[in-house]
């Protein structure tokens, strides 16, 4: 698709690479600031589009945190998607079946009543607490 003319459309694709677990040096113009160290956590929804079904929402897609981390040595950036069980039953399963904020659940209407539990998409909020990141 293009999206000549629609940039913004971009923030509506599905992340590439989907994860990036091994953190990649970022290229940069000027230098960091001395004072500029730590870590820049991030999350949204990192997938618009799950196993050929585009979700209807943009609030839809499955959480990708993102860490952005400032050293002496320079900037990188990794990304891993947030583990939710229902990320981790559709990946089982190969296939959408939640319902979302604004996607109603997979299939016709007897399947969509079986599972009328709508899915936590884990695309809002970080807290890190005790050195972990929730």
Not at 37 to 53: A, I, K, N, S
Not at 66 to 83: C, K, M, P
Request: hydrophobic share 30%.
């Amino acid at each position: 698709m293009s999206t000549k003319g629609n940039d913004w459309f971009l923030g509506f694709q599905n992340a590439e690479p989907p994860e990036c677990r091994r953190p990649v040096e970022l290229a940069f113009d000027g230098e960091v600031p001395g004072d500029l160290r730590g870590t820049l956590y991030r999350v949204g929804p990192g997938q618009f589009e799950v196993y050929g079904e585009r979700h209807n929402h943009w609030f839809d897609g499955d959480g990708l945190a993102t860490a952005v981390r400032f050293t002496d040595e320079g900037v990188t950036w990794s990304s891993r998607f947030v583990q939710s069980e229902g990320k981790q039953r559709e990946d089982e399963e190969g296939r959408r079946i939640y319902g979302v904020f604004g996607s109603r659940p997979a299939g016709g209407p007897l399947r969509r009543f079986k599972n009328r539990v709508f899915k936590n998409v884990g695309n809002t909020n970080l807290i890190q607490h005790r050195h972990t990141l929730w």
